[in-house]
């Protein structure tokens, strides 16, 4: 398997700021976090709020520099680059916001808005650049009207659309997608979704798709990572993570959703009370303190990613969990 974007020991931390702006402490919002993303897959990445998901994407994309650890890129270490030289490879990454109204100038008309990224990163002619962004506009299903159209003209998934159209306008490699369903009503999420794969096939795109929505994950993705304050505790094929979770987090996570085809997919315990502050890790394994099983062995060693069945789990007693469901 042919990795596009290696990922190792990725950290980025946030200052924890009080009255007169002193500094109380920092938030790990990344701490350690290490896969591949395979040539051509999608990647789910799910996990509470908070979690880390969007700084993953924001740090693997040159948003946020990472505080330590590499980013390779088809070779290239992208993590800390100096923005001038990120530039350049950062066309073929892109990142879909969360929020797509806040990714579009209200100001600007979608025609000037799907230009833009064009005028910055490439010298094509005007006439090249608009041949290009017709087109793109057709891939992603809008009326050529709509470049003359504002943003608050259009509705929700048409916002997304354009969101996703002035990526594609770069020809990027990979394309993070920060909820991309959210906010958008059910037959809205279904076209969008639809979309996604059709842009992937044509445009030979590879996801990272971040989202709440485990259905919609179970879906699209061929393989999920399961993120908890700052790490990735479990990472493996879609099937086998939602048939066989081993993280006790996952399979808490899971359990909020008991029912997928009428069959029940976890042993049903659910989430005990919230993440901790995530300024104040505890020792050891970081979802102790949540979880059913937790021994003292879990308060004295942080447990590393291993290979458990046909996944990786950071947990010391996933195998114990595995003999019992075998
Ligand atoms: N620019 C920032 N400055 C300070 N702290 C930040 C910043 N961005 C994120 N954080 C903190 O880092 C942690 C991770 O935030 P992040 O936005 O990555 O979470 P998330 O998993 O995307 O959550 P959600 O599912 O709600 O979008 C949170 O504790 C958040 O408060
Ligand atoms: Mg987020």
Known sequence: MNAILQVRDLQRHFPIRGAFNRQLGWIRALDGVSFDLIQGEILGLVGESGCGKSTLGKTIMGIHRPDAGAIHFEGIN???????????????????????????????????????????????????REVRVRE?????????????????????????????????????????LDEPTSGLDVSVQATVLTLFRELRAAFNLTY????????????????????????????GPTADIFERPRHPYTQSLLAAIPQIGGKRI??????????PDPGKLPSGCRFRTRCPRAEALCAETEPELRLIGAQHAACHFAELDSLRSA
Not at 142 to 152: A, I, K, N, T
Not at 266 to 275: A, M, N, Q, V
Request: aromatic share 6%; hydrophobic share 40%.
């Open 78 to 128: 992208i993590a800390g680059l100096e923005p001038r030289a990120h530039r350049s490879v950062r066309r073929h990454l892109q990142y879909a916001y969360q929020d797509p109204g806040a990714s579009l100038d209200p100001r600007w008309k979608i025609g000037r808005s799907l230009h833009e990224p064009l005028i910055i990163h490439t010298n094509l002619s005007t006439a090249e």
């Open 136 to 176: 793109i506009l057709r891939a992603v299903g809008l009326p050529e009207g709509h470049l003359d159209l504002y943003p608050h003209e259009i509705s929700g998934g048409q916002q997304r659309r354009v969101g996703l159209a002035r990526i594609l306008t770069l020809q990027p490699r990979v394309v993070i």
């Open 208 to 235: 990272m798709l971040i989202s709440h929505d485990l259905a919609v994950v179970r879906m699209m993705c061929q393989r999920v990572a399961v993120m908890y304050l700052g790490k990735i505790v479990e990472i």
């Open 266 to 275: 976890t042993r049903d315990f659910w989430l005990k009370g919230e993440p």
